[in-house]
């Protein structure tokens, strides 16, 4: 899943145990800017050093995927958790791909011309035995 947002917090790594840690951060999702949504993301091991790159402020791409987890208390009561894990943070703006090079027009349409020659040669002989 990928969504664009503007960060709004981000805090430091926590080391959970002597072998997981795990970085939040927080972004402000304006898909109706009447009604902004505050949605809290998290990285985990790793990926914790993707947010050194970003500040407060700056505008994100972000690729995530949706996790839930069931937990029964001690009591027996079933409860249920979702966390969004992002695993790649990207400035908005890399989003904009680069247009391709342009190329020489009659060069184009030389090889195109000898893949329509191709094609047609396949199509006319047809050689399956069934």
């Known amino acids: 899943m990928e969504i664009q947002g503007k960060l709004i917090e981000l805090s430091d790594t ?3 145990t002597d072998t997981f840690r795990k970085r939040e951060f927080v972004v402000e999702h304006a ?6 949504e505050f949605l809290k993301f998290e990285c985990i091991q790793d ?19 949706l996790k839930g987890r069931k937990w029964v ?7 249920y958790f979702n966390s969004l894990q992002a695993w790649r943070i990207q400035p908005a703006s890399a989003e ?3 247009p391709p090079p ?5 060069t184009t349409s030389d090889q195109n011309s000898g893949n ?5 040669a ?3 002989e047809d050689d399956l035995p069934f």
């Open 14 to 16: 926590t080391q959970v």
């Open 31 to 36: 898909e109706n800017p009447q009604y902004p």
């Open 47 to 65: 990926r914790c050093d993707l947010l050194d790159n970003f500040q407060v402020g700056q505008d994100l791409n972000i690729s995530f995927n």
């Open 73 to 79: 208390d001690p009591q027996g009561n079933t409860k």
């Open 96 to 98: 904009a791909a680069p």
């Open 102 to 106: 342009p190329t020489n027009d009659s």
């Open 116 to 120: 329509d020659d191709l094609l047609s």
């Open 122 to 124: 396949s199509e006319d």
